[in-house]
């Protein structure tokens, strides 16, 4: 007995050494893995925004796409309607830009601000979009339910606005005091001016783009 307790003690040692190492080797294979699956997300990162999956295509452009930027029409997050140095805001047809800034003065008392995620756009930006949207639903006629052309989108010639979530909501209920129409069934954020609104109210949305005349110029 004086000779088996060290043996077995140091087995014992052993024993644990090997457990320690193979729960080491375990926690750095898990490691490895992590950081292997984080890995592509990180390089992909200049691809297409992710919120395009959840709403369709040109809803949320604030997102940089390529090299075209702020001056084609990009609007980043956080923009609102009184917003001049941003290209996308200046560049809007005057009439349709002050009925927005009046509109926005009342919305502030109702606690609601109108920001803006998509507003004037040049004839490049829209051709992208318009290509994105075609690849991501297939066909060219899927895609112009959500995306114009550049020679026939009301984007290009400063003439439509697609805004935030809260104010597409209040001027739902309020836009046509201010002759702010929605203009698409299936685009809740697209709106453009009707004065014609202010007396006789909003005229019905069409479907969706392919359904307005304008766009098959």
């Known amino acids: 007995m004086t000779y088996g307790e060290p043996a077995r003690t140091t087995t014992g040692r052993i024993r644990i050494r090997k457990l320690r190492v193979a729960g080491l080797l375990v926690a750095i294979a898990a490691i490895a893995a992590a950081l292997g699956d984080q ?56 009439a349709l830009l002050g009925a927005l800034r009046r509109a926005a003065t009342d919305a502030k008392d109702d606690g609601v601000e109108l920001a803006v995620d998509s507003g004037w756009r040049s004839p490049a930006y829209q051709e992208r979009l318009l290509q994105e949207a075609i690849s991501e639903y297939g066909s060219a006629a899927e895609a112009a339910r959500w995306v114009a052309s550049p020679n026939t989108s009301a984007h290009v010639s400063g003439d439509a606005v697609d805004l935030g979530r809260d104010a597409a909501a209040w001027l739902s209920e309020h836009g046509a005091a201010y002759g702010l129409c929605q203009t698409y069934g299936n685009e809740s954020w697209h709106y453009e001016l009707r004065p014609e609104a202010v007396d006789h109210g909003c005229p019905p949305t069409y479907a969706d783009p392919t359904q307005d005349p304008r766009m098959r110029r």
Do not use: C, Q, Y
Not at 39 to 46: K, R, V
Not at 51 to 78: K, M, N, Q
């Open 39 to 94: 890995w592509p997300a990180s390089s992909s990162s200049t691809g297409s925004s992710s919120s395009a999956a959840a709403s369709p295509i040109g809803a949320a452009p604030g997102e940089l796409r390529g090299a075209l930027g702020e001056a084609d029409g990009a609007v980043p997050d956080g923009v609102m309607v009184v917003d001049d140095a941003i290209p996308g805001v200046a560049k809007l047809d005057p």
